[in-house]
């Protein structure tokens, strides 16, 4: 089992930025790949970034490039999404994960555990 808790949501306004961590504990944290996901209300969970075991290869979905950017420090067992050029419809709740395969990335089926979320609020 991996435990996983999202830190660092809030309230920004437009053009701010914001810096989620995500700590796991139990089993060994550079054995899995990691990700980022949101929610939107009314919408279906999306995929947003994702880092390799090492935290040598990232991936990005089209809608953040530019903006958002993942890190891992495995000594910490701690994973960041550091959010800049925050946009109203970048507003969700964001969720860490945890897989043992790089396979099917971007899909949240590939992701084993869960946090529970942290919420990101963007004013306009």
């Known amino acids: 089992q991996v435990q996983l808790v999202e830190s660092g949501g809030g309230l920004v306004q437009a053009g701010g930025s914001l810096r989620l961590s995500c700590a796991a504990s139990?089993?060994?944290?550079?054995?899995?790949?990691m990700g980022w996901f949101r929610q939107a209300p009314g919408k279906d969970r999306e995929f947003v970034l994702a880092?390799?075991?090492?935290?040598?290869?990232?991936y990005y979905a089209d809608s953040v490039k530019g903006r958002f950017t993942i890190s891992r420090d495995n000594a910490k067992n701690t994973v960041y999404l550091q959010m800049n050029s925050l946009k109203p419809e970048d507003t969700a709740i964001y969720y860490c994960?945890?897989?043992?395969?790089?396979?099917?990335?971007?899909?949240?089926?590939?992701?084993?555990?869960w946090g529970q979320g942290t919420q990101v609020t963007v004013s306009s």
């Open positions: 880092i390799s075991w090492s935290g040598s290869t990232t």
């Open positions: 994960a945890a897989a043992k395969s790089l396979s099917s990335r971007y899909n949240s089926g590939n992701y084993d555990y």
């Open positions: 139990g089993r060994t944290f550079s054995n899995y790949v």
